[in-house]
């Protein structure tokens, strides 16, 4: 998950990976007469758009993921008080615990500007679905501009230590009001956090 800043009275968002929202749009892609088209052309992993949909979309690992996906949603918003709008599905798919496209909630903000890995989906008259639904997401909590860049970010490592540990170090060193304080106070949201799935 990543939380990202959002200039309305929520003040942020919660990004959560979906592998159910990837299926809904392989699923268009297919109904729209795509079903054969190429995903991740000319790479060692190049597929077929039907291919990725009957063996990874809808496999039970990605309803698994989807499942723990609602009750680490429900915890946050237990936890934490969320409320169900806070939270943002992106699409997102895994094979045997890997990520199987670049997972776009491994993003980062410097000021406004959201830096995203580029998720190299399935093109429909031109046009990346996958990539399409995530700008049509992030556009609308006012961002300056999201920026695309290439390479598979959806390791551990990465994702915990440039997304999650930042947060939550920067809240324990300073503590101090940002985008992520309203009724709860940047300390006390860290402090939340790693209680709710740390301790």
Known sequence: MNFIPAEDELKFRVLLPSPAVACELLEWAVGRGYADSLVFKGRKQ?????????????????????????????????????????FIPLPALFQQGLAVIPNPVNSLV?????????????????????????????????????????????????????VGRM????????CSPGWWHGPVRSCRLAARVRQVFFL
């Open 46 to 86: 190049e597929t077929t758009v039907a291919h990725l949909l009957e063996a990874v979309a809808r496999s039970e690992e990605s309803q698994r993921i989807e499942t723990a996906l609602a009750a680490t949603r429900t915890q946050l918003m237990d936890g934490l008080g969320l409320q169900e709008e806070q």
């Open 110 to 162: 410097c000021n406004k500007h959201v830096i995203v890995p580029d998720p190299a989906g399935p093109s429909v008259e031109g046009d990346d679905i996958f990539a399409s639904f995530i700008r049509n997401a992030l556009e609308g909590l006012e961002t300056r501009s999201i920026l695309w860049i290439s390479g598979n970010l959806t390791t551990s490592l990465l994702a915990r230590s440039t």
């Open 167 to 174: 947060l939550s170090a920067d809240c324990r060193r300073q």
